[in-house]
């Protein structure tokens, strides 16, 4: 029987999940999403989380991204959700709710791992950034194949202002931004990247990579090599259930 493991994303607008396949990341059965409740408070989307769980009749341990800095199960920060995350014993409380034990973790970290193993970083070496662009700006660093976690590179500051209120997916969208205008936003962003941690590889993820056509042949000025991510809208379902995988493994050999 093929290992498998169920992997949750939470994300701005939807919370998503499915039993993975950890040998290929394919799902076993169709993805179940349910729409991120508005305000996203700690306790309304535990209980969505719980949902998933009972809608795949799941009793074993599940894997459960975060958008936001995630150390030893706490929430540290909430750029895009709801406030009262900060400083939250939320992977207690995932657990709680859904009973099953939890691995929580950044969102683009997940993204991360799974580009990692089974997409465009697989089998790259040195360092290597996953960026998700979305409603923000996530990002998941390797060096040799090893993640740094909660690195919030969309955070940077670029002219005086958060990265990812100027280059973030949603920005193209709510300003209405030609590719061109954006991509010129997203090469100067990449640009400070790179003049921080000179990356070989630059992997773009979140929704608009799939439409990468329209805007990596614009960018300019950056001399690492910038491809698309292949996983793109389950990334991070795929890359929860292998960090939680990867938990119950850890858990076993002790
Ligand atoms: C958060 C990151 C997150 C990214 C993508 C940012 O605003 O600070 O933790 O990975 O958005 O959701």
Redesign the pocket.
């Known amino acids: 029987m093929a290992r498998e493991m169920l992997g949750i994303d939470i994300?701005?607008s939807g919370i998503k999940g499915a039993v993975v396949d950890l040998s290929d990341g394919t799902f076993t059965r169709e993805r179940f999403r349910v729409d991120t409740p508005q305000p996203s408070k700690p306790k309304a989307v535990a209980k969505v989380l719980a949902q998933v769980v009972e809608h795949f009749e799941w009793d074993g341990p599940i894997g459960v991204t975060y958008?936001?800095?995630v150390i030893d199960g706490v929430t540290l920060?909430a750029?895009?959700v709801s406030k009262r995350w900060i400083g939250l014993e939320a992977r207690a409380l995932v657990a709680e709710a859904t009973g099953c034990e939890t691995t929580l973790l950044?969102?683009?970290?997940a993204a991360g791992i799974a580009e990692m193993r089974l997409g465009a970083g697989r089998g790259r070496h040195g360092t290597v950034v996953v960026l998700?662009l979305?409603?923000?700006?996530?990002?998941a660093l390797f060096t040799d194949g090893v993640l740094v976690p909660?690195t919030?590179f969309?955070?940077l500051q670029v002219d005086g202002e958060d990265a990812?209120i100027r280059a973030a997916a949603r920005a193209r969208e709510e300003e209405d931004l030609s590719w061109k205008k954006w991509a010129k936003r997203l090469s100067v962003y990449l640009g400070h990247l790179e003049a921080l941690i000179s990356p070989s590889l630059i992997i773009v993820g979140g929704g608009v990579s799939k439409k990468s056509e329209h805007f990596l042949p614009l960018l300019k000025g950056v001399r690492a090599e910038i491809v698309p991510a292949r996983l793109v809208n389950n990334a991070g379902i795929v890359g929860a259930a292998m960090a939680a995988d990867a938990a119950r493994s850890l858990e076993a050999a002790r």
Do not use: L, M, Q, R
Request: aromatic fraction near 0%; glycine fraction near 30%.
């Open positions: 994300g701005g958008p936001g800095v920060s750029a895009n950044n969102d683009a970290d998700t979305g409603t923000g700006i996530g990002s909660n919030e969309g955070h990812e």
